[in-house]
């Protein structure tokens, strides 16, 4: 299952969203994954990948679930990634 | 070591001036190579690192709660993502695989972190700060590990200027901006956390210098946050501006701002005891008087005599000043034993404050007042001093029937001859109908008071206590902005004063804002006092106007936040 999202959050997948994205993923029962266009998937229980993306506002996300969460992860991450969030 | 008056430069990060002694604290704690240790047990290693683990996130947990409450919410958030990093599987693989290669643990989480801190010091944009949360996460595993906590940064002494090559958010935020006089690094930018904490603390900062800070250790220092100057070996006039320059200079005298308007700034007070830090604060006058303390904590009500000698001793505190009484303000999260209170499902949606002072605590509250007109008949109050406001107002009848009684305890009052004084009134402002009443109230009361706390909850719909709605209970949220506007402007078309007494008032950075919008009166816990009294002087009021607009238009709390950054970065550059 997979959904593409497009980032809101002014400062990208910064701090705070990054570390909401890998939270949720923690809590829900999915293999999740990420992806930008010039990006091979990354696991999104990991906050190093999810940073390492350095995905910046505006930019699109491919969010990848695989489990029987698996809709609600995606719910759930389409939320965070396009709430305007603010950082800083 | 030589006396000369020498000059660095770097970026200053704070609006602050601070003069003390230089104190080399170090590289980058965890940088350094330690010596080759012998043959290791990687079972006996991989444990200390489990537990190294667990220490560092309950660190990372209080330097979470510290910052969100010393700091704000935003800032706070940062520990979150330390938190994940600490846990992160590619991080935590990588180092039980190096110990279980043979690595000591501290080495192998000093590998471990090294290629991703790298990664992302070359990346663009916000993204390289998360260099600095990655060596953060680093340095507590690596402290724990190594037993070698870092200088005790919290206790430093008074008067010291923190050398350092870096410093990470987390040291940031343990630094106690009332011994600290300030910091330099040789790294860092404007837009770090550890520049924003620096920032929200006060204390002034320059980083980005590129001199060899080892040296400056034991130097007296100047550190203009401003400028982004550091001045070694200043001169006797510099320290003397240096130390002027802090705000910690109490004013007694009422503050005002560049073209003239005067700003109540006013002391909230729980006690008695509260009384004389106001005072040594600076505060003008009492802008809240919480009365419940003469309430608690007893098996019967305090009588009229002893509530009339204590409310006596806050209006002699402050003879030439307003003292704002708050009459008792109670409800089911705070029960008094003597007093019918049922449990409820939402006291603060229930029974509270005004409500029950009309009905089942009438007779506490006719007395409460006859006590204080009276307090305020026996220091001579002729009007000016005795102030009296009603908390919990939710409706124009309510406001009515408050003042109904209070005429009636003055006309009681009179007909025994009894010495007694008529006192201001006013309405506190912190439910959002009172707030759209803020007209209707202001034409029968002399001035309105806005609680920002309640007035955020009952706006946005999120309880103060409850941490998961934190960001929500934050009152530049443009919906509480707005009101404020229109309580402002209602309560001045009715010819009302209109103060602030929540925790919003006692914020400098908000101050700016505040005045903007036309705030009367500020009051605050006594402590902030100084610095905004400071902050008052430096402000022009059309400038602030335009300030205030302008967050006015913002669509989030977020587009809010930035636009007051950006202001007060354009007010530190001096444009």
């Known amino acids: 299952m997979e959904r593409t ?6 400062a990208g997948l910064h701090a705070r969203p990054a570390a909401t994205v890998v939270q949720t993923v923690n809590q829900h029962e999915a293999s999740v994954q990420l992806a930008t266009d010039g990006s091979e998937p990354v696991p999104a229980n990991s906050m190093l990948a999810v940073s390492g993306l350095g995905v910046a506002t505006g930019e699109q996300v491919r969010v990848i679930a695989d489990g029987p969460d698996a809709e609600s992860v995606l719910d759930a991450i389409e939320a965070i990634l396009s709430s305007p969030l603010e950082e800083e | 070591m030589t006396d000369e008056r020498r000059l660095l430069e770097g970026i200053g990060v704070s609006p602050r001036v601070g003069f003390g002694t230089g104190r080399w604290i170090g590289e980058s704690r965890a940088e350094t190579e330690n010596p080759t240790t012998d043959e290791v047990d990687p079972a006996v290693e991989q444990s200390r690192y489990e537990s190294a683990r667990e220490v560092a996130h309950d660190s990372i947990d209080r330097d979470r709660k510290r910052a969100l409450e010393r ?10 993502a330390h938190r994940e990093f600490l846990t992160d599987p590619q991080l935590t693989d990588a180092i039980e695989t190096a110990i279980d290669d043979g690595e000591p643990a501290p080495r192998a989480v000093k590998s471990a972190f090294a ?18 949360d990655l060596r953060d996460v680093r340095d507590r595993l690596v402290r724990t590990l190594e037993g070698t906590d870092n200088v005790a940064l919290e206790s430093l002494p008074s008067g010291t200027v923190v050398l350092a090559e870096r410093l990470t958010p987390s040291e940031t935020a343990r630094l106690d901006p009332e011994r600290v006089a300030g910091f330099i690094t040789q790294t860092g930018g404007r837009t770090a956390h550890t520049a924003i904490f620096a920032r929200s603390l006060g204390i002034p900062a320059v980083v980005g210098i590129e001199a060899e800070l080892a040296a400056l250790d034991g130097e007296p220092l100047l550190v203009d946050g401003e400028a982004g100057t550091v001045i070694v070996n200043p001169t006797r006039q510099e320290q003397r501006m240096a130390t002027a320059g802090v705000a910690q200079t109490v004013r007694s005298e009422p503050a005002e701002t560049r073209d003239g308007q005067e700003i109540e700034v006013a002391a909230n007070v729980g006690t008695l005891a509260d009384l004389e830090p106001a005072r040594e604060h600076g505060a003008d006058g009492i802008g809240l008087f919480r009365s419940e303390f003469l309430f608690l904590e007893r098996t019967d009500p305090p009588d009229e005599a002893s509530q009339r000698t204590a409310y006596r001793q806050a209006l002699e505190a402050f003879p030439n000043g307003r003292v704002i009484f708050r009459t008792l303000d109670v409800g089911g999260d705070k029960p008094i034993s003597y007093l019918d209170m049922p449990a409820e499902g939402n006291p603060f949606l229930g029974e509270r404050g005004i409500r029950r002072s009309l009905e089942q605590d009438r007779d506490l509250f006719e007395q409460q007042l006859r006590a204080l007109c009276q307090a305020g008949g026996a220091v001579g109050d002729d009007g000016g001093t005795l102030s009296i406001m009603f908390p919990m107002i939710t409706t124009v009848e309510e406001c009515e029937a408050a003042l109904s009684v209070l005429a009636d305890v003055l006309e009681g009052l009179s007909e025994t001859g009894t010495p ?4 201001d009134v006013g309405v506190m402002i912190e439910t959002p109908s009172a707030a759209l009443l803020a007209a209707e109230l202001a034409d029968r009361v002399d001035f309105l008071s806005i609680g920002t706390n309640d007035l955020t909850q009952y706006v946005m719909a999120a309880a103060r206590e409850n ?3 934190a960001g929500l209970h934050d009152p530049l949220h443009p919906p509480v902005l707005r009101l404020l506007e229109g309580v402002v402007a209602d309560a001045h078309e009715q010819n009302a004063w209109v103060g602030m007494c929540g925790e919003m008032a006692g914020e400098p950075r908000y101050t700016p804002l505040l005045v903007g919008l036309g705030f009367d009166e500020l009051s605050m816990s006594a402590v902030s006092i100084p610095e905004v009294k400071d902050r008052v002087s430096g402000i022009d009021t059309a400038e602030a106007e335009e300030l205030a607009e302008h967050l006015l238009e913002c669509h989030t709390r977020g587009e809010v936040t930035a636009a007051l950054e950006r202001w007060s970065a354009g007010v530190q550059e001096g444009t």
């Open chain 2, 115 to 132: 290629d991703p801190i790298e990664q992302f010091e070359t990346m663009d944009g916000p993204m390289a700060e998360r260099a600095d």
């Open chain 2, 420 to 423: 007694a004084a008529r006192p």
């Open chain 2, 71 to 80: 700091i704000g919410e935003n800032e706070a958030s940062v520990f979150e």
């Open chain 1, 5 to 10: 999202v497009t980032v809101v959050p002014e």
């Open chain 2, 467 to 469: 941490e998961r709605v």
